[in-house]
């Protein structure tokens, strides 16, 4: 006759965990900004791509190419879209990088987790390489996505190529600049060390920086010039070129600003015009085709900015009391 054998239940197995150490500490301390960054990328995307899907109906019905599409051809939500990306650089500097590490200040939490077996510095750098690699990706994403939609419908959408709509949620502009502002967050927050004083700072630092990134943008490339009759038509190959600077000029290659000869009457004008001998008008400007140099001129400047700002917060951080 056989007997069960009786005593204590064996120790369930405890399923090994995927994250461990820094990396489940971080991704949990830090798990509602997680989710919702994620619902935010996931949701953005499928956006982006019914709005796509919208597009080509309308487009494929109007017989574009081959036909001229009545303007314009998107509604709001194209324009909240765009409004979107250009404002979440700023909302994860915000929400993301100004509370990274002021929140664990101000609340003891660093000066629990560096009293542990981890080493300061290991905690800094997990704590910033998984906030901007986050970043990085989240916003790489949509910046492709968008990317996508854009660039083949670029000439019936209503944005330019130059305008911040466009250029800074195209291609590495976005991620570059969300890991910029994001980095300057960390960096604040940092040296402020409360997490709504922070919070407020950054937010002022991502306007000013934003409005001086909009006036350095134009210098990102290296402006054209082309010279025509002073009657003739505009040339229909810079239909899609941004200007940068137009006058009129004389035979003999002086320049004059494009209001010089704007008379009260058109034979004044006609005077002035002969007086200074002005036969052509001068058109500068930054073509399309430089767009993609542009962007990743400035995208790497911005990532310049990225690294030294966490540089310095690693290595302030790492050297004053917490």
Same mark, same amino acid.
């Given at each position: 006759?056989?007997?069960?054998?009786?005593?204590?239940?064996?120790?369930?197995?405890?399923?090994?965990?995927?994250?461990?150490?820094?990396?489940?500490?971080?991704?949990?301390?830090?798990?509602?900004?997680? +989710?919702?960054?994620?619902?935010?990328?996931?949701? +953005?995307?499928?956006?982006?791509?019914?709005?796509?899907?919208?597009?080509?109906?309308?487009?494929?019905?109007?017989?574009?190419?081959?036909?001229?599409?009545?303007?314009?051809?998107?509604?709001?939500?194209?324009?909240?879209?765009?409004?979107?990306?250009?404002?979440?650089?700023?909302?994860?500097?915000?929400?993301? +990088?100004?509370?990274?590490?002021?929140?664990?200040?101000?609340?003891?939490?660093?000066?629990?987790?560096?009293?542990?077996?981890?080493?300061?510095?290991?905690?800094?750098?997990?704590?910033?390489?998984?906030?901007?690699?986050?970043?990085?990706?989240?916003?790489?994403?949509?910046?492709?996505?968008?990317?996508?939609?854009?660039?083949?419908?670029?000439?019936?959408?209503?944005?330019?190529?130059?305008?911040?709509?466009?250029?800074?949620?195209?291609?590495?502009?976005?991620?570059?600049?969300?890991?910029?502002?994001?980095?300057?967050?960390?960096?604040?927050?940092?040296?402020?060390?409360?997490?709504?004083?922070?919070?407020?700072?950054?937010?002022?630092?991502?306007?000013?920086?934003?409005?001086?990134?909009?006036?350095?943008?134009?210098?990102?490339?290296?402006?054209?010039?082309?010279?025509?009759?002073?009657?003739?038509?505009?040339?229909?190959?810079?239909?899609?070129?941004?200007?940068?600077?137009?006058?009129?000029?004389?035979?003999?290659?002086?320049?004059?600003?494009?209001?010089?000869?704007?008379?009260?009457?058109?034979?004044?004008?006609?005077?002035?015009?002969?007086?200074?001998?002005?036969?052509?008008?001068?058109?500068?400007?930054?073509?399309?085709?430089?767009?993609?140099?542009?962007?990743?001129?400035?995208?790497?400047?911005?990532?310049?900015?990225?690294?030294?700002?966490?540089?310095?917060?690693?290595?302030?951080?790492?050297?004053?009391?917490?």
């Amino acid at each position: 006759m056989s007997t069960t054998p009786t005593g204590a239940p064996a120790a369930r197995t405890a399923r090994p965990r995927v994250l461990r150490g820094l990396t489940w500490l971080v991704l949990r301390q830090h798990r509602t900004a997680l +989710g919702c960054i994620a619902a935010l990328v996931v949701l +953005g995307s499928l956006w982006i791509v019914y709005q796509r899907g919208q597009l080509i109906d309308l487009l494929a019905a109007a017989g574009w190419p081959g036909k001229t599409v009545p303007q314009p051809v998107v509604g709001e939500g194209y324009r909240n879209l765009t409004s979107l990306l250009g404002l979440l650089p700023g909302i994860l500097a915000v929400f993301l +990088g100004a509370p990274l590490i002021a929140a664990d200040q101000e609340q003891g939490t660093a000066q629990l987790v560096t009293t542990q077996s981890v080493t300061r510095r290991r905690w800094l750098v997990a704590k910033l390489g998984w906030c901007l690699l986050i970043t990085l990706v989240a916003c790489s994403v949509l910046s492709a996505v968008f990317t996508w939609w854009w660039r083949p419908y670029r000439s019936v959408l209503p944005d330019m190529w130059m305008d911040t709509s466009v250029f800074d949620t195209t291609g590495p502009v976005l991620p570059a600049l969300a890991l910029f502002l994001t980095a300057a967050g960390i960096t604040i927050g940092v040296l402020v060390r409360r997490v709504l004083a922070s919070m407020v700072v950054t937010f002022v630092f991502c306007v000013a920086a934003q409005a001086a990134w909009g006036m350095f943008r134009d210098h990102l490339g290296t402006p054209r010039t082309v010279t025509y009759p002073l009657n003739a038509d505009f040339p229909a190959h810079l239909a899609d070129a941004y200007e940068v600077d137009r006058w009129v000029g004389s035979a003999d290659g002086r320049l004059h600003g494009w209001g010089s000869c704007a008379e009260a009457t058109e034979k004044a004008t006609n005077a002035c015009i002969e007086e200074k001998g002005i036969v052509n008008n001068v058109f500068e400007y930054l073509d399309h085709g430089q767009m993609a140099a542009m962007q990743w001129t400035g995208a790497g400047i911005l990532l310049a900015g990225a690294v030294a700002l966490t540089a310095f917060s690693l290595w302030w951080a790492s050297r004053r009391p917490l």
